[in-house]
């Protein structure tokens, strides 16, 4: 952003002169910021600028993937945006581990096609936090074309580091696929119910993976599932969710809907 200095004694003149010159300097000054993204990289220009596109559509509409723990702990969620044609434009992938240790990954996709990975890992050892970032660029056949990653540690703001090359690496969208999906090891099979705070808990997921969501009552399908657990034991259901957070800050997913596949 251009700042204008403006002098109470200056001339009409002098100020139309700036608002017309502002424009052009902006345009120079986004044009060098894409330039120094990734300077190694002659094509990072045409990427960067997708990503741009992606980044600041205001027409995506956002979807929230249910949160799933696995067998040690970890915890993983997708957070999808998607364009008209109900095709992802972006999918942002979370995970973190019970060490502490979040790993936060969004994939760009143009159409079908992914063309650009951007991962961030933040580690915490003792009062330093650790931070990391991979950037990967993909041409159309889905080969990896190049690689660049910036650290910066403690308070450091890793979006004020500079890039430099790096071995070329693959990060694999088909896991957050799965997940804003409910499909392979994600799926919402039921596995039973909990009661806890005052609340009734469906639980969804498989041998790996599980998520819960809070259900109003035993009503319908669920009155169906609660007197024949046995039966319909990892069953397949399709989830419909919603996220509330009460007044005292407790987060969980409320069931919208359900249906047996």
């Known amino acids: 952003m251009i700042r204008l200095l403006i002098v109470i004694c200056c001339s009409s003149l002098f100020l139309v002169a700036c608002k017309n010159e502002a424009p052009k300097l902006e345009k120079a000054e986004k044009r060098e910021r894409l330039d120094q993204l990734i300077p190694a990289y002659s094509n990072a220009k045409s990427y960067e600028k997708q990503i741009q596109t992606i980044d600041t559509d205001k ?58 990975s951007i991962q961030t890992i933040r580690r915490f050892t003792g009062k330093t936090t650790f931070t990391r970032e991979v950037k990967t660029y993909y041409n159309s056949e889905n080969v990896v074309v190049y690689s660049a990653e910036r650290k910066a540690s403690g308070e450091n703001d890793i979006t ?54 809070v259900i109003p009552s035993y009503q319908g399908i669920l009155k169906t599932l609660k007197n024949n657990e046995k ?10 969710f919603k996220e509330v957070t009460e007044l005292d800050g407790f987060s969980y997913q409320a069931l919208l809907d359900i249906k047996l596949l």
């Open 59 to 116: 027409n995506l509409f956002e979807a929230k993937s249910l949160s799933y723990i696995d067998n040690d702990g970890n915890i993983e969620s997708v957070t999808a945006m998607i364009d008209s044609s109900y095709q992802f434009s972006k999918l942002i992938h979370y995970l973190t581990e019970t060490d502490g240790r979040q790993v936060e990954t969004h994939f760009y996709f143009k159409g079908s096609q992914l063309f650009t």
């Open 160 to 213: 004020k580091s500079a890039y430099s090359e790096a071995k070329k690496r693959v990060h694999d969208p088909r896991k957050a696929l799965d997940i804003i999906n409910q499909n392979g090891k994600f799926q919402t099979n039921f596995l039973g119910f909990n009661e806890a705070r005052d609340k009734i808990f469906l639980i969804i997921g498989t041998d790996d993976y599980n998520s819960s969501v």
């Open 231 to 240: 039966n319909y034991l990892n069953k397949p259901l399709k989830i419909e």
